[in-house]
């Protein structure tokens, strides 16, 4: 099983969105996909239709967080149409701030839930909260590959900073070596204005021989079936040209079922 982090502290990035697209991708593409929603605020899950798994009694994805050991994640995980997901729970809106208190030895409790489930998975895409703390820690080893979906605006080169800052301090602490998959610049709008067009060339440039760089442009219908729940791989009536670009970044991941 191949395992990404799609992640960027920065919020309205497209994280959610490229996470789903991606995975529906995947999907079309003949693989067992499994996603796991690690934003307590659950926009993912809620997204997919999944508002009774987020709002489930316990054993949650966060009893999970809590006691990695005492619970099967395989009993949490809920299907979707185009692929199963592992569901955010609204109780997780505590567990940021339970993991800062418990300090540097919780960062490996996503590792360890994921290390239980079941083998069946070709990928495993992992949507990341809009924050640098621990949960997302959790996200970079537990995956130590990642697609860094940002957008062409300005503020991305700092938020850029900051994320590959808190790479480093993992790999060092951890001794672990995180590695970039691939750049989505998400919800790019034609016609391009200067600030996206020096935006996209900067993007391109920093990761020349680093990691692909994907354009996914703005486009209605990929806002409308992440609203109706799901892809635009997936059942709905739409057609999109964004659907080749994410089968191109499915093909650049190099999964294999
Ligand atoms: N390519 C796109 N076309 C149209 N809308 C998009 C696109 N990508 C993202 N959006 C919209 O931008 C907003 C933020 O996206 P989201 O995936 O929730 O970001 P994040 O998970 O990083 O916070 C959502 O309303 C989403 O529908
Ligand atoms: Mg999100």
């Known amino acids: 099983m191949k395992t990404i982090g799609v992640t960027n502290q920065k919020g309205g990035v497209a994280k959610t969105t490229n996470t789903i697209n991606i995975a529906g991708a995947a999907a ?41 050991t005492e619970h099967d994640p395989a009993e ?43 083998e069946k998975y070709d990928l495993l895409l992992v949507d990341a909260p809009p924050s640098l703390g621990p949960i997302n820690d959790n996200v970079l080893l537990a995956t130590e590959r990642i697609i860094i979906p940002m957008e062409a605006q300005e503020t ?27 750049v989505v610049i998400s919800d790019v709008d034609y016609p ?13 440039d ?6 692909p760089v994907f354009e996914i442009r703005h486009r209605a219908a990929i806002a409308r079936a992440v609203k109706a729940g799901h892809s635009i791989s997936g059942y709905g009536e739409e057609e999109s040209d964004m659907e080749s670009v994410y089968q191109n970044i499915v093909d650049e991941l190099g999964v294999t079922s």
Do not use: C
Not at 81 to 109: H, K, N, Y
Not at 157 to 181: G, K, N, Y
Not at 192 to 204: C, G, P, R, T, V
């Open 28 to 68: 079309a593409a003949g693989l067992e996909v499994l996603v796991a929603d690690s934003d307590p605020q659950g926009y993912l899950t809620n997204n997919l239709g999944l508002r009774d798994a987020y709002t489930a009694e316990s054993p949650t994805f966060f009893d999970a967080w809590t006691e990695p």
């Open 206 to 211: 920093t990761f020349t021989d680093r990691a």
């Open 192 to 204: 391009l204005d200067n600030e996206q067009k020096d935006m996209i060339a900067w993007i391109e």
């Open 156 to 182: 991305s080169v700092l938020a850029l900073d900051h994320l590959l800052r808190q790479i480093e301090t993992l790999e060092d602490r951890f001794e672990v070596s995180i590695s970039e998959e691939a």
């Open 76 to 118: 949490l995980i809920v299907e979707h149409e185009e692929f199963d997901v592992l569901p955010s729970s609204v109780d997780m809106f505590t567990l940021e701030q339970e993991l800062i208190a418990a300090g540097w030895r919780v960062r490996e409790r996503l590792s360890m839930i994921f290390e239980q489930l079941p």
